[in-house]
């Protein structure tokens, strides 16, 4: 039995003009671009760009874009992201492993849960889409995602619907 010749190269992804790569990655949010990036070299290579990396910046935390444009000009954008999002996972955890100290003896006293909500506030530059990440997750318990809402409400003015 004769094996058939490999499919011609038309029509593969990789052949795409990077223009056009770039805008769909650019229509993505940050766990799209990261499982696009995994796809293939080329898609790597699109959802690499600086561009791609600074609008997530700027969109997640348009407070600090301006100082981080000065970092993004030895790091790239990318590792500029990567760093601020660390930098939030490790304050917003400090906040989370207080709150489950305090949850050990069994309850949590409405001046710890308002200490939590206000340490929370005194983090620079957290959004919505950090307290998405961090508190709103089934791997905490209701106390945490109440937090999370409660700080989403007071501090981000997310507004209360039905």
């Not at 058939?4 to 593969?12: D, I």
């Not at 100290?101 to 959004?127: F, H, P, Q, T, V």
Request: glycine letters at 4%; aromatic letters at 10%.
């Amino acid at each position: 039995m004769e094996l058939s010749p490999a499919p011609a190269s038309v029509g593969r992804w990789a052949d795409l003009p990077e223009d056009i790569a770039l805008t769909v990655a650019s229509r993505l949010q940050e766990a799209d671009v990261c499982a696009l990036g995994g796809c293939s070299r080329s898609w790597r290579t699109a959802c690499d760009t600086d561009c791609i990396w600074e609008r997530l910046f700027r969109c997640r935390w348009p407070a600090a874009a301006a100082e981080a444009a000065v970092a993004s000009r030895v790091q790239g954008w990318k590792a500029v992201y990567i760093n601020q999002h660390r930098r939030m996972a490790i304050a917003i955890s400090n906040v989370v492993e207080f709150v489950e100290r305090c949850l050990n003896s069994g309850s949590l006293e409405s001046e710890y849960y308002l200490k939590a909500i206000a340490d929370l506030a005194l983090i620079a530059d957290i959004g919505f889409l950090d307290v998405q990440f961090f508190l709103f997750s089934r791997n905490h318990g209701a106390i945490i995602n109440l937090i999370g809402l409660h700080y989403s409400i007071a501090s981000l003015h997310v507004p209360v619907t039905d």
